[in-house]
């Protein structure tokens, strides 16, 4: 096992790809709602837009900093030296490779769900009935998986590291965290209890 595995976030990310079943479901349920308002390739382009765009632009240009959860993250000056490493290799052109990979399929697994949505208008009682209120459904649905699509990706990008690479890899600078990564929520000390077998760097660092 690679000496960086034992950071608990990775696998806490990772493990964020078993939502994305369920959001194309819904997103599914959400294209079954009435009849369509525009042509096929207008509603397919504006749900890839809506869904695909503002995911693969923040994977590129300031990618996901996983060192949070749900409404909390840590503060850039309380990762450990490893954690900024981990953040250098979300950087990587590697991982831009596989956002735009990820992006291809999630619009050819969109088509396929435009395309099957008339299959099961049947049974999408529980969706909106207005086409506006579906496709609006389906456009969130889409965002979200993408969202729990691409971030996985990128943490996979970094688990296939090997150790020699990650210690040569540089820490990413503290003070440019902010401004290179997309870092939701309030900025926290520590996220207990999953930073608990965390340290804060030390003054050496």
Known sequence: MRSFWS???LWIHLSGIAVVPLCLVVCLLGLASGEPLLPVWMEIFLLAVVGIVPVLWMQLMRPFNIFS?????LKPEHLTSQ???ILSLFKKTGNKV?????AIL???VLWQLYSLAPNVAAIARFAPQSRGAGLLLAAIAFLLSNLFLQVPLSVCGVLVTSDSTFSETEAYPREKIHQDFTTPGFQVNSIWPLTSVTTAPSQGE
């Open 7 to 9: 950071e608990p976030f």
């Open 69 to 73: 959860i749900l409404i909390f993250a």
């Open 83 to 85: 954690q900024t490493q």
């Open 98 to 102: 596989l956002a735009v990979v990820g």
């Open 106 to 108: 999630l619009g050819w």
